[in-house]
């Protein structure tokens, strides 16, 4: 079983839909949380940092970490054609090694 | 400022060749990292540099992969007699130390092994 468990898709939602994607993960020692967006033969970008558990918003992007369940969202309200992309999920520990472990990465269709 | 860069873009070799990959991270970050994006097994972390620290090299899938990093700058992945599971894409990140671990990726180098 992977540390990192993450919807492969793909995700097809129309214009202005909110999309919640998901990963969930099982290495307790986990504290730091990323989202990154990533669209074709691209590096991937920073989206959203989290820092062990609760919220955050940043305009349109909401990023929620939920450690008892070990359990992690990125809701997009308002989605436009631009986010469609590949969207992964990143985490990693404190202390020790903090090279980041990936999910599987969800492909976003928004359709127009 | 600029970002995390790479070089080449795009890497065709044949295999048993060596090849070089090249990385400059973002100026005054001082952790840098090295990933593997291929299809069959998403992004891998291979090897990881932090200042004047042993580098952490517990994601190297052989011997025949080896990265430096001069200066505590750019950093060079090296990859000895090329295989065909070699090819995916190659990336690299950037970080500054401290209390939280946000990590910035370069466009990443395209390896294709014929």
């Known amino acids: 079983q992977k540390e990192v468990e993450q919807d492969p898709g793909p995700l097809s939602v129309p214009e202005g839909a909110i999309v919640s994607l998901n990963c969930t993960y099982s290495?307790?020692?986990?504290?730091?949380f990323m989202w990154y967006r990533q669209y074709s033969r691209k590096g991937p970008e920073l989206l959203m940092y989290?820092?062990?558990?609760g919220n955050k918003e940043d305009g349109r992007f909401t990023a929620q970490v939920d450690k008892s369940s070990k359990y992690i969202s990125l809701f997009i309200r308002d989605s436009q054609p631009s986010d469609s992309a590949t969207y992964l999920c990143?985490?990693?520990?404190?202390?020790?090694?903090?090279?980041?472990?990936f999910g599987s990465g969800t492909r976003l269709q928004v359709q127009p | 400022g600029a970002g995390v860069s790479q070089s080449p873009s795009n890497k065709v070799t044949e295999k048993g060749k060596d090849v070089e990959l090249r990385c400059d991270p973002i100026?005054?970050?001082?952790?840098l990292y090295w990933y593997r994006q291929s299809l069959g097994q998403g992004l891998e972390f291979l090897i990881y540099f932090q200042g004047n620290s042993a580098p952490d090299k517990s994601g190297l899938p052989s011997d025949r992969f080896s990265a430096e990093r001069t200066g505590g700058s750019v950093s060079t992945l090296t990859i000895q007699r090329t295989q065909q599971e070699d090819s995916a894409v190659y990336l690299c990140?950037?970080?500054?130390?401290?209390?939280?671990?946000?990590?910035?990726f370069g466009p990443g180098t395209r390896l294709t092994v014929l």
């Open positions: 990143a985490m990693s520990a404190i202390t020790g090694r903090r090279a980041l472990t």
């Open positions: 100026s005054g970050h001082t952790a």
């Open positions: 989290t820092y062990s558990s």
């Open positions: 290495n307790s020692a986990f504290q730091y």
């Open positions: 990140a950037s970080s500054s130390w401290g209390t939280n671990n946000e990590q910035f």
